[in-house]
């Protein structure tokens, strides 16, 4: 199983808001900084949030990004069915010195 | 804009060593800053993170994998490679290559390429 625990499937209707969570330890996500990846059918994985709550160029502000103590969260507002797609937690591992991520949670607009 | 290919055989025999490469476009390996990656993916199941190199040769590797990784980069040709030694069907997967700021924060990736490990 992964290092980092993430919820398998989360669903929403279009227009709602729904988050993702990712528990990890403080060897992980305690004391570093968590990044956020989506990954469409049959696509590479596209990264949505690092250093926690940061987007890059191009992503809209309806995805966010938030961490408290081991856990981090990611929130997508105005749910569209183009969002249903997997989506990964990742970060470093002190104790693995090693990325890790987390197993990946289906999100299904309804 | 950065761009990653990776290329090497689709198809593996059990016992022997899977070989890809990631040729990088748009930006220099050399110029620093960024970690370089290999990230792979079991069929219908999660990502898993291999190791990543620095472009003056440190290296980062899975614990698990890492008595049969080696990650090297060759910044004349732009180029970073994975080879992964004794691989059994269990390393059937699609392998990604990425630019990493570090930490796992992957923000360019390849396509992928799926190697299947068979005889």
């Known amino acids: 199983q992964s290092v980092l625990t993430q919820p398998p499937s989360v669903s929403a209707a279009p227009g709602q808001k729904v988050t993702i969570s990712c528990s990890g330890s403080s060897s992980n996500i305690g004391n570093n900084y968590v990044s956020w990846y989506q990954q469409l059918p049959g696509t590479a994985p596209k990264l949505l949030i690092y250093d926690n709550n940061k987007r890059p160029s191009g992503i809209p502000d309806r995805f966010s990004g938030s961490k408290s103590g081991t856990s981090a969260t990611l929130g997508i507002t105005g749910l569209q069915t183009g969002d249903e797609a997997d989506y990964y937690c990742?970060?470093?591992?002190?104790?693995?010195?090693?990325?890790?991520f987390g197993g990946g949670t289906k999100l299904t607009v309804l | 804009q950065v761009q990653l290919q990776e290329s090497g055989p689709g198809l593996v025999k059990p016992s022997q060593t899977l070989s890809l490469t990631c040729t990088v476009s748009g930006g220099s390996i050399s110029s620093g800053g960024y970690y370089w990656s290999w990230i792979r993916q079991h069929p219908g199941k999660g990502l898993e993170w291999i190791g990543y190199i620095y472009y003056s040769g440190s290296t980062y590797y899975n614990p698990s994998l890492k008595s049969r990784v080696t990650i090297s980069v060759d910044t004349s040709k732009n180029q970073f490679s994975l080879k992964l030694s004794s691989v059994t069907a269990a390393d059937t997967a699609v392998y990604y290559c990425?630019?990493?700021?570090?930490?796992?924060?992957?923000?360019?990736w390849g396509q992928g390429t799926l190697v299947t490990v068979s005889s």
């Open positions: 990742g970060t470093w591992d002190a104790s693995l010195s090693a990325g890790v």
């Open positions: 990425a630019r990493d700021n570090g930490g796992a924060a992957a923000d360019y």
